[in-house]
């Protein structure tokens, strides 16, 4: 039997961020503050082809765009 977040296409890496999100929102007022900031992240990554690194994106704006490109498929 398959993971519930693997079959619906979810990356166990997304699946980990949307778990940490529904936490820190369960939260009280000032813990959720200070859980929200130390949930933003500021990654930067690189497609490597033929030996040679392509542009740096914004990992949060890739994986919205992908998220929203797979949603639009369904």
């Known amino acids: 039997m398959a993971f519930a977040w693997k079959a619906s296409g ?3 890496n997304r699946y980990l961020a949307v778990a940490a999100r ?3 929102r369960s939260l009280k007022e000032e813990p ?3 859980a ?3 949930g933003d992240m500021e990654l930067r990554f ?3 082809e033929g030996g ?3 542009d740096n994106k914004n990992l949060a704006d890739a994986n919205a765009a992908a998220m929203a490109q797979h949603a639009g498929h369904e």
């Open 10 to 12: 979810l990356t166990y």
């Open 22 to 24: 529904v936490v820190r």
């Open 32 to 34: 959720r503050l200070k």
């Open 36 to 38: 929200e900031r130390r």
């Open 46 to 48: 690189a497609k490597w």
């Open 52 to 54: 040679k690194q392509g």
